[in-house]
Structure formats: C-alpha cells, structure tokens
C-alpha cells in the first residue's frame, strides 16, 4: 500500500463547480499536512497547509482527519486558473529531520 | 520571499559525463532535499540534507551523491550520467526548528536529458 494515495483523476469540471479531492495516508505518525499546487511544467508550490481544525483560504478548504487518516481539499466556484495537479503531502519528522511523502498528485482541468 | 534557485532549467549531456546541480536557498533553511518527477511516478526523493556536511539517502540514492558545503547550497551529482537518469530534478529547502515540520520551498526545476 502506496504510504499517501490520492483520488486518481482527472477532474474535468465546469467553471463555478466545486470540487473535492481527497487524500489518504498510512503513517499513523504523521505530523503536517499540506496542499501543494502543480502547473504543467513547473515546480510544486505551497497551497495551503491543513490544520487539525480545519482551514480556509478563500475558495479553498481543507480539511484533516486524523482518526481516519484523510485529508481532503474543497475548490470552490472553479476557475480556469485552478487548473492544475494538486499534491497531497504528508510530513512527519524522524531521527535525521522532516521526511516529506508526496502523493501522486491528482489533475483538474477546469472548462470554459 | 523564499526563493530557492537552480542552475540550469535545461540541460543535455551525454552518457557517461559527470553531471553538477546546483541549487541554492536563501532564507537560511536547515533542510535541502533533491527530488526527482517523472510521469507516473511522482516525486521520489534522491538525498536530503538537514544541516552542512550532513546527508541522507532518500528513496532513489543510486547512481547519485550530494555535497553540502555551506548551508545555502546543496549540490546533485551524477558520477556517471545514464539515460535512465533523463528526469525533473527538483531541489527544495524547509526550516528546522524543533521538532516541527514546515513546509517545503522548490526551485524551478532542472530538465535534465541524457544522450
């Protein structure tokens, strides 16, 4: 089992949809928790981190479920701009320091 | 503003050279890692570092060393360069404070194509 999955995708959606992708991790000792946004040919950047209580950021929410150890994002009122593949990243931290997982990403082409 | 830099955004060499990455930070962070993204697979990370002179295999060390002389640069080195070497190289940093986890800040990127 693959130590953070992610919805496989793509998500194809309608400008003004809202869109929810989830993630899932398996290291019960995971620590942080974050949201990375990738475009196409370019480097991953910092989205939003997710808080145990929950966080917004505008149209963006993320959610965290320890218990369950699931981790999920909100888009709300899409726009073309959101396209991109969103990373799902878990951090926990270990002898030598931080230990970042990525997951494989999943893709959204928001359409016109 | 973080910014994290590295030297080429492209780059083509033939089998067998020795390769040099170079990448530099400069918000004073601890942490420095080389990633690696190729389709289907995702990041896999290659070395990291969380202090000068320190370094730790990641998941995909071989073929690969690192060098980390000063605490702003952290250096990708392909002893002998393959063609299955032909990849995204991406170099991030994050802080150390603690026994927190912080966020990871990436350069642009490297495309790296062996011939």
């Known amino acids: 089992r693959k130590e953070v999955e992610q919805d496989p995708g793509p998500f194809n959606v309608p400008e003004g949809a809202t869109v929810a992708f989830n993630c899932t991790y398996s290291n019960s000792a995971s620590q942080s928790f974050f949201w990375y946004r990738q475009d196409c040919r370019k480097e991953p950047k910092l989205l939003m981190s997710v808080y145990s209580s929950g966080n917004e950021d505008g149209r963006f929410t993320a959610q965290l479920n320890r218990a369950s150890q699931y981790i999920s994002l909100l888009i709300r009122d899409s726009k073309l701009s959101d396209s991109a593949t969103y990373l799902c990243v878990v951090a926990i931290r270990d002898n030598y320091g931080q230990n970042f997982v990525f997951g494989p990403g999943t893709r959204l082409s928001v359409l016109p | 503003d973080v910014k994290v830099t590295q030297s080429s955004r492209y780059l083509v060499k033939r089998t067998g050279e020795k390769v040099f990455l170079e990448c530099v930070q400069d918000?004073?962070?601890?942490?420095m890692f080389w990633y690696r993204q190729d389709p289907g697979l995702g990041l896999r990370l290659i070395y990291f570092s969380y202090d000068v002179k320190m370094k730790e295999k990641g998941d995909i060390p071989e073929g690969y060393s690192v060098s980390r002389e000063k605490k702003e640069r952290f250096s990708l080195i392909l002893e002998s360069a393959s063609t299955n070497q032909t990849s995204m190289y991406l170099c991030?940093?994050?802080?150390?404070?603690?026994?927190?986890?912080?966020?990871?800040?990436f350069g642009p990127g490297t495309r790296l194509t062996v011939t």
């Open positions: 991030a940093s994050s802080l150390k404070i603690g026994t927190g986890t912080y966020e990871q800040y």
């Open positions: 918000m004073d962070h601890e942490n």
